[in-house]
């Protein structure tokens, strides 16, 4: 019998919750601007020509349309040379492909952690001067250091070694050893 008035008591609870959510979506009480008939005015700041202003944009939008005729006017019919020019170089200061900076040493510990990875065929995208890969060992030795959770490591280097995989097995297994290698030669 009790069980009975217990389904009429949640049946008339989940019909309370139905009834108030309707009563709350057709509330009427929202902010919304007034709607009249008084025309919409703009105001302009002292010493400014409202009349001059736009003769100017006016102007200028004349110009640029004939700027634009102009150069139409000169563009060629076939696509550009696509060929690389030999002529160029890469800038001196060009961060890509170039060796890590002269003054930073690497430690044995850091040497041997690289070494590790490159026997395990692990690599990060880009990142020709293994930057990327010291950073992620140094990252699980200072999480492990203050305790934190296991999985957000491995969560936070599967993320940077994702790119370089092609399945998830494969990111799971690359993360792994990238932990396993900072924790036997870095930590």
């Known amino acids: 019998m009790t069980v009975k008035y217990m389904r009429i008591a949640a049946a008339a609870g989940a ?6 959510t309707l009563t709350a979506c057709n509330d009427s009480s929202t902010a919304s601007a007034p709607i009249g008939t008084a025309p919409v005015t703009t105001t302009t700041m002292p010493g400014s020509n409202p009349s001059s202003a736009s003769a ?14 102009a150069g139409a006017s000169k563009a060629s019919v076939s696509p ?3 060929a690389p020019n030999n002529s160029t170089s890469v800038p001196k200061n ?17 040497k041997a952690y690289l ?8 690599s990060f995208m880009g990142d020709t001067d293994n930057n990327v890969a010291l ?20 969560a936070y280097v599967r993320a940077a070694i994702g790119p370089m995989t092609k399945t998830e097995a494969e990111a799971n297994d690359k993360s792994a050893k990238v932990i396993t290698a900072a924790e036997k030669n870095l930590c």
């Open 80 to 82: 550009p040379d696509t």
């Open 56 to 69: 100017e944009v006016s102007k200028a939008s004349q110009e640029a349309s004939r700027e634009a005729a």
């Open 15 to 20: 019909l309370a919750v139905a009834v108030g």
């Open 94 to 110: 060009f961060p890509g492909g170039a060796p890590p900076p002269s003054g930073i040493k690497l430690s044995d510990k850091d």
């Open 135 to 154: 950073t992620m060992g140094h990252y699980v030795c200072d999480a492990q250091a203050q305790k934190a959770d296991p999985m957000l490591v491995k």
């Open 115 to 122: 070494a590790d990875l490159k026997r395990q065929n692990v």
